[in-house]
């Protein structure tokens, strides 16, 4: 590695590193300040009537979860209906409905906030399907997740409380408040830099060969920020972040990689300010930007070493990358990206070697905690928090306790099934892909383009992503087959809403306690011990979950190259 690569990456990671600790506070404590507030806004009064809520009736976590998934069931059937109806709504651009299971697992797919697209955008969907079903859907699914997020942390701030909030209040709230505005001001930056909004079809053109092109165009720039800021995924082009009318420089680039994470990122803030602790915020901080850091480098360094003459000549492997952004910039956005629930690629992950498209594969194997996406992120390493602190108890021979509630045989369940769904949905999900002789023979003759063990690596990214709402893929799967819109789209409604029960179940029965006392036994949860012990148990239960189905697949690879 030269010394220009290696001062680009240190300039680019102390730029991102500076934005994002600029942001922390004034994000942090402006997200706080919505869901703590007592006073409405003019539109939300007027939201509220017209969908009949009362804003200052607070709900069970029954109650809440109920709002939860009536929402999210009403969503599915618009988003499916619509896209049925395209070909009969206006600036279609003359496409026809997609079939019933590819918008099924479509509309799965934005509403779980998963975004995994199993279609080429700019040849499938017309522009009122993009703006009224998908881009719609990018705002409220990440305002869900904000939701339960800040649900879970009501349980761990309220006092003897049978109730977590207002479920409708907070969708609106998050929606208007936080991801509206925060989305107008980053289509303005990306339109700035380059990035299209238009709604002009497609454009016929010539190459300097001499050839017929069609250059489609479209809203890019208003639907670009929020699949990013909401950290959702799904863009307009096939190639998604990596073609140029979505992500044109290396500045917009580095830009849209702040976007993923500012939210997230700053959610611990918010969590300490809810809690009255500001230094359980940090710590949890701490262990999302220690695991981010560490993936980010392993990837890099498998990426920057690749093996054979060509990556030798580039500088490493150049393979799937976009020269525009170098290796550094595509694997800063490859981490971010399945470290969040963002899903959006600027490289081909399939294109990567064999340890380095593991990385993204790990990454969300870990439950995408660092930071994770708006909601789920900090909920899950709440959960994971949980569980430390009941290995910790254990440890020192006590009750564990967690901001002053009791964690429970019931409090501990509800973490561990929270736990369990999702890796129970990827190896079935995996397992079943090729264990069923019927399926097996068709998805190897019709979905993976690369046999043997690097197919088993497809498939098992296609059900890691779907069931942690992802939505990135490794490109050399044709998923676009009756199997994998219905299993993957299941998994994505399991894997976004069993956890959320689990949540929701978990906040009602910590706010229903009262707060118990710290004494000089009390296991102190803000200091770096328990931050050890928080990414230790993140790291473990992953690598005693996942661990052998990686060594038939991406380390299998690796070792015999």
Request: proline residues 5%; charged residues 10%; without cysteine.
């Amino acid at each position: 590695m030269d010394s220009g690569t290696i001062w680009s990456i240190v300039l680019t990671s102390l730029t991102l590193i500076v934005a994002l600790g600029l942001s922390y506070r004034p994000v942090g404590d402006y997200i706080a300040r919505i869901y703590t507030g007592e006073r409405d806004l003019a539109v939300e009064r007027g939201t509220y009537r017209l969908i009949g809520v009362d804003p200052r009736s607070a709900q069970t976590w029954q109650a809440y979860l109920r709002s939860v998934l009536l929402f999210s069931f009403v969503s599915v059937v618009f988003v499916y209906a619509i896209m049925r109806l395209q070909a009969v709504l206006p600036l279609s651009l003359g496409f026809d409905a997609p079939g019933e299971a590819l918008s099924f697992n479509t509309a799965v797919s934005f509403v779980t906030n998963t975004n995994w697209q199993s279609y080429s955008g700019e040849a499938t969907l017309g522009y009122t399907v993009q703006f009224a079903a998908l881009t719609v859907q990018n705002f409220v699914s990440a305002a869900v997740g904000i939701a339960v997020a800040v649900a879970l942390v009501r349980g761990f701030a309220y006092r003897r409380s049978g109730v977590i909030g207002n479920f409708w209040v907070d969708l609106v709230r998050g929606t208007y408040r936080l991801l509206l505005p925060f989305a107008v001001i980053a289509a303005i930056v990306l339109l700035a830099g380059g990035v299209i909004q238009n709604l002009s079809g497609f454009t016929d053109a010539t190459t300097v060969a001499g050839a017929a092109q069609s250059i489609p165009g479209g809203p890019v720039a208003s639907q670009e920020a929020i699949k990013l800021l909401g950290t959702n995924g799904g863009g307009i082009f096939n190639t998604n972040s990596a073609h140029p009318f979505e992500n044109p420089t290396p500045w917009t680039n580095l830009f849209e990689i702040f976007l993923m994470l500012v939210i997230p990122f700053s959610l611990p803030r918010a969590f300490g300010r809810i809690v009255n602790d500001d230094r359980q915020g940090y710590t949890i901080l701490g262990v999302m930007g220690a695991i981010f850091v560490a993936s980010a480098a392993l990837l890099t360094w498998a990426e920057m070493a690749g093996n054979g003459t060509a990556p030798m000549l580039a500088g490493g492997a150049m393979e799937g990358k976009e020269v525009r952004f170098g290796i550094f910039g595509s694997t800063l956005f490859g981490t971010t990206s399945t470290l969040t629930s963002t899903g959006a690629v600027n490289s081909m992950h399939d294109s990567y070697t064999a340890l380095g498209g593991m990385m993204p594969m790990i990454n969300m194997m870990l439950g995408e905690i660092a930071p994770g996406g708006v909601g789920s992120g900090l909920y899950g390493m709440l959960i994971l928090a949980v569980i430390a602190v009941f290995v910790g108890g254990l440890l020192i021979g006590r009750t564990p306790e967690y901001l002053g509630k009791k964690i429970g045989p019931k409090e501990i369940k509800l973490a561990s099934l929270y736990i369990l769904v999702t890796p129970t949905l990827v190896l079935a999900g995996t397992a079943l892909s090729f264990g069923i002789p019927a399926i097996r023979s068709d998805v190897e003759a019709t979905s993976i383009w690369n046999p043997g063990i690097h197919g088993l690596s497809e498939v098992l990214y296609a059900f890691t992503s779907a069931a942690n709402n992802n939505g990135s893929a490794f490109a050399g799967l044709t998923a676009n087959t009756p199997w994998f819109n219905t299993a993957l789209g299941v998994a994505m409604l399991l894997g976004r809403f069993l956890p959320i029960v689990f949540v929701l179940a978990l906040a009602g029965s910590l706010a229903a306690q009262d707060a118990v006392p710290s004494t000089a036994g009390t296991l102190p949860t803000h200091r770096p011990q328990f931050a050890g012990l928080l990414g230790g148990v993140a790291v473990i239960v992953t690598a005693l979950t996942y661990f052998p189905v990686l060594t038939l697949g991406p380390l299998a690879e690796g070792l015999a190259r």
